[in-house]
């Protein structure tokens, strides 16, 4: 079955970097689009970004953009998330996730209700 580990999470200061990883099993990974999405406290889960299969067509919302880069290793079936200048409200549990599709209109359209256990991004200001 599907599973996904990420990893990668952790408490940094405002204007620091992270990078999370994304193991991914169970799938077609080096032909399936991918993304990450984030859940702020009190908030819903969130797409923020995506990837098609081969990694030439990216995706980010407008809260990200310029600052988070999304990249896969199709070897090592492994999703990543490069987050630069991070801010407060980039804190939440960030998870990834099969797509039918990379854009605009089809980030947030997993191909499963499967969520993995996520990793914890904590920004101090």
């Known amino acids: 079955q599907v599973q996904m580990v990420e990893s990668g999470g952790d408490l940094v200061q405002a204007g620091g970097s992270l990078k999370l990883s994304c193991l991914a099993s169970g799938l077609s990974f080096d032909v399936t689009a991918m993304g990450w999405f984030r859940q702020a406290p009190g908030k819903e889960r969130e797409a923020i970004s995506c990837i098609n299969w081969n990694g030439d067509a990216t995706v980010y919302v407008d809260s990200v953009k310029g600052r988070f880069t999304i990249s896969r290793d199709n070897v090592k079936n492994t999703l990543f998330l490069q987050m630069n200048d991070l801010k407060p409200e980039d804190t939440g549990m960030y998870y990834c996730?099969?797509?039918?599709?990379?854009?605009?209109?089809?980030?947030?359209?997993?191909?499963?209700?499967?969520w993995g256990q996520g990793t914890q991004v904590t920004v101090s200001s």
């Open positions: 996730a099969s797509l039918w599709a990379c854009s605009e209109s089809m980030m947030s359209t997993r191909r499963s209700n499967y």
